[in-house]
């Protein structure tokens, strides 16, 4: 019976400590409770709200991104028609549901991206948005994107575009019209290929990190860069799928964009990436080991009864 209650206790030890790490965790929302200074170079934050919202989904997003006083913030919508204004194939009948509010930085502080509302933007995630953004010429802001009810999250990324401008930000629509095809190929990757997002997102800002450091001249070297990205990273792609990602990056090459500046915003990407990687293996191994630990715990209890 001594031996019994010794490992009942062992038991009870062991299982707290794998649950403790877990709740504290859990915990953590990265939320604040300090108001926010606005920048007055920049002006109050923008709210852009899909132009298709019911007045009812509209309050929704309005809690999701905590806006209480629409004195706070300035408040435009995102149609079709900006679709048209952006992507060269934009669709003027689109119906627009995500939404999203940003608040302008000054220069070097980076892009900070957060969704507000996880499982109800259901393709795009925070560092495709990122990387699509750098594409597009948008830096240093904090960005928060959320939506009613599920959708791909795609029409944010419009709406960003619109709302960077309405704070005195310029953006080419050359480089916006590829931005929004690489959050396409983005998600295609992810969606179709079967790569895990967050590889996705490592391999875009790994083969756009390359480009501003080599400076490609030609297709041919573009796709030298995919290809050694792709082995680097241990990802298979079919034909189709290369090929597609071949053809994004070289227009991402041929941007009129100063790729010394880009560098350091790919850099920071990087390491949130590598980070989020990082802690997808670690839960791996984590998981990997409650499993062993629980086998190794019923083996011991049949020992003690046998």
């Keep these: 019976m001594k031996k019994f209650l010794q490992t ?8 707290g400590a794998f ?4 709740i504290a965790s859990a915990d953590s929302d990265g939320s604040t409770t300090t108001e926010e200074v606005v920048n007055e170079k920049f002006g109050a934050p923008i709210v852009v709200y899909g132009g ?3 007045e009812e989904q509209k309050n ?7 806006i209480t006083d629409s004195s706070d913030v300035q408040e435009i919508e995102v149609t079709g028609q900006d679709l048209v204004t952006y992507l060269k194939d934009g669709d003027a009948s689109a119906r627009m549901f995500s939404s999203a509010k940003i608040t302008r930085k000054d220069a070097g502080k980076g892009l900070v991206i957060n969704i507000v509302t996880p499982s109800n933007i259901t393709e795009v995630t925070s560092e495709m948005y990122a990387n699509a953004m750098l594409t597009a010429g948008i830096q240093d802001a904090v960005v928060e994107i959320a939506a009613p009810k599920p959708v791909t999250g795609h029409s944010a990324l419009v709406g960003i575009y619109k709302a960077y401008e309405v704070t005195g930000g310029k953006l080419d629509t050359e480089r916006t019209d590829v931005a929004s095809d690489e959050l396409s190929v983005a998600t295609i990757l992810s969606k179709e290929a079967g ?10 800002t790994e083969i756009k990190k390359q480009i501003a450091e080599q400076n490609p001249v030609s297709r041919e070297e573009v796709e030298k860069i995919v290809s050694e990205q792709l082995a680097n990273l241990k990802i298979e792609l079919s034909e189709k799928d290369r090929q597609l990602l071949i053809d994004i990056m070289d227009r991402i090459r041929q941007l009129d964009i100063d790729f010394s500046k880009w560098s350091d915003q790919l850099n920071d990407l990087s390491k949130t990436i590598e980070e989020k990687v990082g802690n997808l293996v670690d839960n791996e191994g984590f998981w990997q080991s409650v499993k062993d630990f629980f086998k190794n715990l019923i083996d011991s209890i049949r020992s003690i009864f046998n």
Excluded: F, G, R, Y
């Excluded at 009942?8 to 299982?15: E, G, K, N, S, Y």
């Design 8 to 15: 009942i206790m062992a038991i009870i030890l062991v299982i």
């Design 19 to 22: 649950i403790a790490p877990s």
């Design 52 to 54: 298709n919202l019911t």
């Design 60 to 66: 929704s997003v309005k809690e999701s991104l905590k």
């Design 195 to 204: 790569i895990d997002e967050a590889k996705v997102s490592e391999l875009l």
